[in-house]
């Protein structure tokens, strides 16, 4: 019985072993070709609608400030601006051993990125950083065209800028709902890191409404993206765009398995914006915010630390006028919770202004209801490129390359400077030395500046060669950034 007991078992040992042999071989078989997913069709049909997109900005004398030692620095060089700051006036890197004023105006590079197209008729979606200071724009497409294009709008708060090529029957990208995609799903970028055209690569939604401090809540994944891959497109896997791949988490510069991108539904709402009007209109209420805390809830009687903390309330703005108090929290804002103080701020700005809406704050222990009338923020906050009129004095763009508009008094007591002129555009030789958008020009030598007419007089009465210095306000910092025209 001990022998035939064995024998049997050996046998059924056997049996089973070649059964799971079977199976194991059938799994297999099956499992190989169904792992992972094809993107070839996704490219096929999406990549003629992404384009490379190349800028370009004019430089001359005494422009591009380098670093002295490294003769031929390209102004395209990661550290070309990390030298300059370090960098007296009048050295140029380009042309170590030629004078200022004999070096010819020129074309350099300024950046490489992405973009994709999502009309026939040639309109373009990208990153405001893709497009900002340049002077040229040059779209290519797969099949090698080339385009100059043109700037329709572009807005720095959600980093999104539309421009146009003229073309027709262009193909174009088909457009995803947000709503649908979730965490832990493949999804695909196609883009120009490091200029090199048509790259594809692939990974999976890490998180959504992810929080970076910027105004639009963020897509993360974990998609190869690098420099250059800003402005294109992230894909599901019905080849539909969810998102615009615009930041990476890095310490190096390069990419680290995190990456950013702008929620697709937000970008095409910004685009008509820019399509219709050259700029972005959003609604403010005039506080100054923060999280709350669990232990400010628990210290407040809120039962979750959700809401946004009003840290305090702007003199004659909406909010002072509808009763808003400073320590009040924010919990609901048009029939829209704040679960955190970041929302806030997106969904005022998605409020009409104008409108009257009800606004939940909770204050010493009870809720309470306010009726408020929505501010509008200003066009020159919005830093669309088309937000003042062709044919107003401020439009005027003067010899240094600089786009200026009055300070309105609440800017001054948010800068606490008594005058001043915020910049609203750079171009050529002002973005070569550094000047930025939003900038705050105090002076002008020894004249202090009130007006974006008169500085664009003192700037038009200065002569060619004379050097000028410009006193600039930047967050809470000022310094004077010289420059020859």
Not at 329 to 340: G, P, Y
């Amino acid at each position: 019985m001990h022998f035939i007991h064995k024998k049997w078992t050996f046998q059924n040992c056997a049996i089973v072993a070649f059964a799971c042999m079977v199976l194991l071989v059938s799994t297999v078989s099956y499992a190989q070709p169904n792992s992972l997913p094809d993107f070839s069709d996704i490219v096929e049909e999406v990549g003629p609608s992404v384009v490379n997109i190349r800028t370009t900005v004019k430089v001359g004398a005494n422009q591009n400030p380098g670093f002295p030692g490294f003769p031929g620095m390209n102004p395209n060089d990661p550290f070309f601006d990390f030298f300059r700051r370090f960098m007296p006036p009048g050295v140029n890197p380009e042309f170590p051993s030629m004078p200022p004023q004999q070096i010819p105006e020129r074309e350099v590079p300024r950046g490489v990125g992405s973009g994709f197209i999502i009309d026939s008729e040639g309109y373009i979606l990208t990153n405001h950083h893709v497009i900002e200071g340049s002077d040229t724009i040059t779209v290519t497409l797969t099949d090698k065209r080339e385009f100059q294009a043109k700037i329709i709008g572009s807005d720095q708060r959600t980093d999104v800028a539309l421009v146009k090529i003229e073309g027709q029957n262009l193909p174009k990208v088909k457009i995803g709902n947000v709503q649908k995609t979730k965490v832990g799903q493949w999804v695909v970028a196609i883009g120009s890191p490091f200029g090199l055209e048509n790259t594809v690569t692939a990974g999976i939604i890490s998180a959504k409404a992810r929080d970076t401090g910027e105004y639009t809540p963020f897509i993360q994944t974990d998609v190869a993206v690098n420099p250059g891959n800003s402005g294109g497109p992230l894909l599901n896997l019905s080849g539909e765009v969810v998102g615009i791949n615009s930041q990476i988490y890095s310490r190096t510069g390069g990419f680290m398995g995190i990456s950013f991108a702008i929620p697709i539904d937000e970008a095409m709402r910004v685009a008509a914006e820019l399509r219709e009007t050259g700029k972005v209109t959003r609604g403010r209420i005039g506080v100054s915010i923060g999280d709350v805390g669990r232990d400010v809830a628990s210290a407040l009687g809120l039962s979750k630390s959700e809401g946004a903390l009003v840290s305090s309330v702007e003199k004659d703005g909406p909010a002072e006028k509808a009763g808003v108090l400073a320590g009040d929290i924010i919990l609901e804002f048009n029939r829209q919770a704040i679960i955190k103080a970041s929302d806030l701020p997106r969904i005022v700005g998605e409020t009409q202004p104008g409108s009257t809406i009800n606004m939940k704050v909770w204050r010493k222990g009870k809720v309470e209801v306010l009726k408020i009338k929505v501010g509008e923020i200003d066009s020159a906050e919005t830093v669309a490129r088309a937000a003042l009129p062709e044919n107003s004095a401020e439009a005027k763009q003067n010899k240094l390359g600089i786009l200026v508009t009055d300070l309105n008094d609440r800017q001054k007591q948010a800068l606490n400077v008594p005058f001043g002129v915020l910049v609203t555009s750079v171009s050529g030789l002002a973005a070569s030395v550094g000047i930025r958008q939003d900038d705050v020009i105090i002076r002008l030598g020894q004249i202090d500046i009130k007006s974006a007419d008169q500085f664009n007089k003192l700037v038009d009465s200065t002569k060619k060669g004379q050097t000028i210095a410009l006193l600039i306000r930047r967050g809470d910092n000022s310094a004077f950034i010289v420059l020859t025209p």
